[in-house]
């Protein structure tokens, strides 16, 4: 819209990840399970297991973050919201994402617990699976949003990893209000099983309440939603409920459908894949840029393509190739 000072402002968690490459028998021994995302619930677990990791690497993450990281980069003007604590990886990750040129001006929360942290380990074969410690993010409170914000947003795009905790999912919703007043479009990505498993019922609703014009779903994640293992039946239902839907399929490309109209692309070869992480929130962001950017439904699939393969091609959530100009030599 003309009248809009933000492309995407986002509400998501406001996460440090710690990333450390491990050997494929590191899963089996702490029982985890490869490619997804479990909670930890304290601290002090949170402790126990990144002293049982190897040597990594500390970066700003956070899903809907990664996604702005992304969108900035190729130019978008962009907004945050998300509750760090007011310790030092919060203040590491508020610089981050700044530098990155994102408004991000939520106010930090004192005391405990800490800034969330995700615990990364990436097993020889690239797959990333998440340990969790959500900390002061699932304490984003409504007073915390920023009205102005949000309705000065094309788009205002929400985690569902975030709709977990109770405060954030009431911050959420008021959001969505504020939003629609504004009649700005809602981008939502379901994030994960595990969240579809806890909230389906939340996220049915908001789907058939016709709060959601853009959704992102992984394959996993678009059959959990729809109880169902036919993706094509899948895609039809929900298509049928949202303007815009979104699937990705790993190496087998992904798909839209928008108003009825369908559009599929193949993966972009990548040199390498050193580490999913983030591949999912950078595929969003060349997707939403592309849509923002007013570009037709299979451009803004391969924008996000193009997204998604640069940064599995490195170590860490965000970009660090040029992906304006990647996604230049790869469009016009």
């Given at each position: 819209m003309a009248d809009?000072?933000?492309d995407v402002v986002a509400i998501g968690n406001a996460i440090v990840d710690v990333i450390s490459r491990t050997p494929e028998s590191f899963i089996a021994e702490h029982g985890l399970t490869k490619g997804s995302m479990q909670l930890l619930f304290s601290a002090d677990a949170a402790d126990a297991l990144y002293a049982r990791m190897g040597p990594g690497i500390e970066t700003s993450g956070g899903s809907a973050a990664n996604t702005l990281a992304g969108l900035a980069a190729l130019g978008l003007s962009c907004g945050f919201i998300g509750q760090v604590a007011d310790d030092a990886f919060g203040r590491v990750f508020a610089h981050d994402l700044r530098a990155q040129g994102v408004t991000f001006d939520t106010p930090a929360r004192a005391g405990d617990p800490p800034t969330a942290r995700c615990l990364i380990v990436v097993t020889p074969d690239g797959q990333r699976t998440m340990n969790t410690f959500l900390g002061a993010s699932q304490f984003l409170p409504a007073a915390a949003l920023d009205p102005a914000l949000?309705?000065?947003a094309e788009i205002l795009y929400l985690e569902g990893y975030l709709w977990d905790p109770e405060e954030?999912?009431?911050?959420m919703r008021s959001a969505i209000r504020i939003a629609r007043d504004a009649r700005r479009r809602i981008a939502?990505?379901?994030s994960d099983v595990f969240c579809i498993d806890r909230h389906r019922g939340d996220f049915v609703r908001l789907i058939d309440d016709g709060q959601v014009d853009i959704l992102f779903a992984n394959e996993n994640e678009l059959l959990a939603l729809e109880q169902s293992d036919d993706l094509d039946r899948a895609v039809q239902s929900v298509a049928a409920r949202v303007p815009t839907l979104v699937v990705?399929?790993?190496?087998?490309?992904?798909l839209a459908v928008q108003n009825g109209v369908r559009a599929e692309v193949p993966a972009e070869p990548a040199v390498r894949v050193i580490d999913t992480t983030g591949a999912g929130d950078l595929f969003a962001a060349g997707f939403l840029a592309g849509q923002a950017r007013g570009r037709s439904l299979t451009d803004s699939l391969v924008m996000g393509a193009v997204?998604?393969?640069e940064v599995i091609d490195h170590i860490g959530p965000r970009p660090q190739a040029d992906i304006r100009q990647l996604v230049a030599q790869r469009l016009g």
């Open positions: 809009a000072r933000f949000i309705a000065a954030p999912r009431a911050a939502f990505t379901l990705t399929r790993s190496e087998k490309g992904a997204c998604a393969a």
